[in-house]
C-alpha cells in the first residue's frame, strides 16, 4: 500500500515562512493538504489536481500559500509564508491513489490516503 510521509514542520515566527513536503512511497493522483488545530477539526488546506495542475486554497491561506507537485518524485509540497498563530496546526498530507474522482478536491473524502502529520507551531 502506498504510504505518505510528511516533513518540513517546526516552530516558527509570526510572519515567517515554512515549507511542507509529502513523499509517496507510490503513484498518487490529487493530493492535498488539510490541518487540524487542538480542539478544531480537520480543515482543508490546500489541494492540487492531478489532470490539470488546477490548485484550489482555503480563503484564509490565499495568497500567502501554494502548493506544487513533482510528478517524478511522487510528491507534493506546501509552500507557506506570513505564517500567523492561528496557523498552528498538525498538517496532514492526503492522497488519492485510486484516480477516483467524483468528490470536490476539498473534501477529505477525495482521498484514501492520510500521512501522519507535522505539527506547525506560529509564535507570536
Known amino acids: 500500500q502506498v504510504q505518505l510521509v510528511e516533513s518540513g514542520g517546526g516552530l516558527v515566527q509570526a510572519g515567517g515562512s515554512l515549507r511542507l513536503s509529502c513523499a509517496a512511497s507510490?503513484?498518487?493522483?490529487?493530493m492535498g493538504w488539510f490541518r487540524q488545530a487542538p480542539g478544531k477539526e480537520r480543515e482543508f488546506v490546500a489541494a492540487i489536481r492531478y489532470s490539470d495542475g488546477n490548485t484550489y486554497y482555503t480563503d484564509s491561506v490565499k495568497g500567502r500559500t501554494t502548493i506544487s507537485r513533482d510528478n517524478a518524485k511522487n510528491s507534493v509540497y506546501l509552500q507557506m509564508s506570513s505564517l500567523k498563530p492561528g496557523d498552528t496546526a498538525v498538517y496532514y498530507c492526503?492522497?488519492?491513489?485510486?484516480?477516483?474522482?467524483?468528490?470536490?478536491?476539498?473534501?477529505?473524502?477525495?482521498?484514501?490516503?492520510w500521512g501522519q502529520g507535522t505539527q506547525v507551531t506560529v509564535s507570536s
Open positions: 507510490g503513484r498518487t493522483f490529487n
Open positions: 492526503a492522497a488519492d491513489s485510486q484516480n477516483r474522482g467524483g468528490s470536490s478536491l476539498p473534501s477529505p473524502h477525495a482521498y484514501d490516503l
